[in-house]
């Protein structure tokens, strides 16, 4: 169950679905993102993880043979209310500790009840998300696996728990349908761990140009704030990209960026439409060279880790601005 929500995490949903023909099912976020899906001709079952807000999201999901995932009583009275004559097909979420989405464990009894006194409700399975999975040295997984376990035991349905971290890191955590996302893009689902480690490569590689190359002279500031002060005169470039892009503003001195062949820092502030480099280990860089701010050369962790985010919002921030181009279609 591949989750290419929110835009398959920035990489275009439809693109990412078509690239994930082996994928048995899709996961999105909102019925909304589902109705898309089912609009662009999907047929595969399409999993609702939000599940639904009202009747009328509802009679779409049944129409469209989505599956919901329902976490709360709200949408068990909305239930109630849908006509006998649409089937729903519904997943269970369990908090098994994390307290975003799920019935609480003492809630399932009432939750499997009611949902079995509709006929027209079917029960796929339980679900639960680990808060924790990336961090390897948190034992809060181990007892989340146990709270699912059992609340579950013994109830009619498949399981789902494992994200991209409980796939490489929690075997136990697998069960019957797992639930890949960041890993899917290329990046490291584990703390402190890189792509490579787990022989993940990236699918976006986010380019830009040197749109101008200067000499500087020793003392003199970088970009806005004088963040950066030139400690010998040295070639800096500038680079067409910057937070109106989507490239992380908070990214400090040092950021690495790949530009001929080679790693470099980034200097001085991000700016809206550009950042500046440190150009004294690359100097046979000129003006319109190609400039990689993340992708096979430059992991979008590492300049997540340096901009103090995760590489999950590096990719869902991108703006319209950048074109997208796919490639081996
Ligand atoms: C319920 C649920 N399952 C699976 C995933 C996929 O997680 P990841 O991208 O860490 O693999 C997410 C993403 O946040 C999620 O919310």
Known sequence: MVAIKA?????????AAN???DADALAVASYEEAAQLRFAGERRPVVVLGGILDLQEARGAAEQRLQIVMHDYSQLDVLAELEPALALDVWVKVDSGMHRLGFAPA???EVEQRLAARPNIRLLGWMTHLACADDLQNDFTRKQLTVFEQATAGRPGDRSIANSAGIVAWPESHADWVRPGIM???SAPIIDHWPADFDLQ???TLQSKLIAVHEIKAGESIGYGQTWTCPEAMPVGVVGIGYGDGYPRHAPNGTPVWVGGTTVPMVGRVSMDMICVDLRGSPQARVGDTVELWGANVEADRVARAAGTISYELFCRLTGRV???YESE
Not at 7 to 15: I, P, T, V
């Open 7 to 15: 835009d398959a995490y920035g990489h275009g949903y439809l693109k």
């Open 107 to 109: 809630d399932l009894d």
């Open 202 to 204: 990236p699918v976006m």
């Open 323 to 325: 074109e997208f181009i």
């Open 184 to 186: 899917l893009y290329g």
């Open 19 to 21: 690239a994930l023909a």
